[in-house]
């Protein structure tokens, strides 16, 4: 019943929190001042900077 010592480590990185891994967030995209939505917009997730990693602390 021995454990390997690499059997404890499955994922290194984690998923980024904003963009959950995939590096892009898409954001609502509103004009006047109604803020009425005229759609959607991918961005580049500022968080992970685009890695889709969470940033290491
Ligand atoms: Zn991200």
Same mark, same amino acid.
């Given at each position: ?12 990185? =984690?998923?980024?929190? !904003?963009?959950?891994? %995939? *590096? ?7 004009? /006047?001042? =109604?803020?009425?939505? !005229?759609?959607?917009? %991918? *961005? ?7 890695? /889709? ?5």
């Amino acid at each position: 019943m021995a454990t390997p010592d690499t059997a404890a480590r499955e994922t290194d990185a =984690k998923d980024c929190p !904003v963009c959950h891994g %995939t *590096g892009e967030v898409s954001r609502t995209v509103q004009v /006047g001042r =109604k803020r009425r939505a !005229v759609g959607k917009q %991918t *961005g580049f997730c500022l968080n992970c900077l685009g890695s /889709g990693e969470a940033p290491a602390e």
